[in-house]
């Protein structure tokens, strides 16, 4: 029986797009493989039922990436409460299931800016309940999903390439459960790249400094006709 999902119509990066790291994390979820990259062919749509392998390729990896030296918990949050006060002042002009200012249930709510003499983004994020199950741990779509905008805004704002970044590709690995009430640190860095596709590094742990998941991505803005 051919499988199908239908991701749910407010989980979008762009209008009427499925969010990358949300699909990225669901099947990876289905592959046996400690590491996984994820690799999208097509834009996944919302609100209808879709063959994601058709969309989407999975293929086993590694994880090679060294992370840099966490962030201080008070620089995450000076940097999260930087990027709330620029989208006050400029709001997207489309809302993003990762790092828009939604309503609690509706997002993610985890919000990346630049930290101070570091060559790095980073945000303060505690998982509100509503995302996680009974056990109050967080499924892989949603941990996946925190993998994801960091290194955009990594892109964006470190990259200088502007906005209009799509992901390509996501390649991450879980490495320890991550609770929803608990305070974490996301960081994101550039590995490489140009004005057109950047490699960017994303870290997440928590704000004691135990590292949960680790990710290498790469986003591309699509050429306009």
């Known amino acids: 029986m051919t499988r199908t999902d239908t991701i749910p119509p407010h989980i979008t ?29 097509a834009a996944v749509p919302v609100g209808v039922p879709v063959r994601l392998e058709d969309m989407v390729t999975v293929t086993p990896s590694e994880m090679r990436l060294d992370a840099p030296e966490m962030p201080a918990w008070a ?10 006060a620029q989208a006050d002042a400029h709001p997207q002009p489309f809302e993003c299931y990762g790092c828009s200012p939604l309503p609690v249930g509706k997002g993610i709510r985890l919000f990346p800016a630049p930290v101070p003499g570091r060559n790095l ?7 509100d309940p509503e995302l996680a ?13 925190a993998l994801d905008c960091p290194g955009g ?5 470190l990259a200088e390439t502007g906005p209009g970044l799509v992901t390509a590709a996501l390649t991450g690995t879980l490495l320890r ?10 960081w ?7 004005a057109r596709k950047v490699t960017v590094g994303v870290a997440l742990a928590t704000a004691e400094g135990e590292l949960c998941a680790l990710a290498e991505a790469v986003w591309v803005k699509p050429r306009r006709n």
């Open 13 to 41: 990066g762009y209008p009427n797009v499925a969010f990358g790291g949300y699909v990225a994390g669901l099947v990876a979820a289905r592959s046996d493989a400690e590491t996984v990259r994820v690799d999208f062919r």
């Open 75 to 84: 620089q995450a949050q000076e940097a999260s409460e930087a990027y709330l």
């Open 121 to 127: 983004v980073a945000a303060a994020w505690v998982p």
């Open 133 to 145: 199950g009974t056990s109050g741990t967080l499924p892989p779509e949603i941990v996946w999903s």
């Open 153 to 157: 805004w990594a892109g964006m704002r």
């Open 177 to 186: 459960e991550v609770k929803s009430g608990e305070r974490h640190i996301s």
């Open 188 to 194: 994101a860095w550039v590995l490489g790249g140009h």
